[in-house]
């Protein structure tokens, strides 16, 4: 027969087994909600980050079109300037270019 007493420490180390199992488990649970947190709070970061690249992306995007644009509009106004420069020069000279031209065509009986 199994003396009583024998048994008493046996069911000591069980009890102490089933309450380091639970612990265990508990753990394991906790452990498990908070990745499952961290995993929430990782993909909340990775979206705001997006988020917040796509917005940068779009800034700079909006400021290269609005140097390219007023690169456009100083070439243009250059352009304009230079073609006015030109045709008050060119308006000016002309009554010279003709003169020169009647010259080639219909020379003078003079000599020069």
Known sequence: MIDPADTQPLAIIREKERAL??????????AQARIAEARARANALREQAEREGMEQAEQFYQAGIARARAQAELVRNTGQAAAHQLRVKGTTRLTEAIEYIVHLVLPSSEPD
């Open 21 to 30: 199992a639970q612990a265990i488990q508990e753990a394991q649970t906790q």
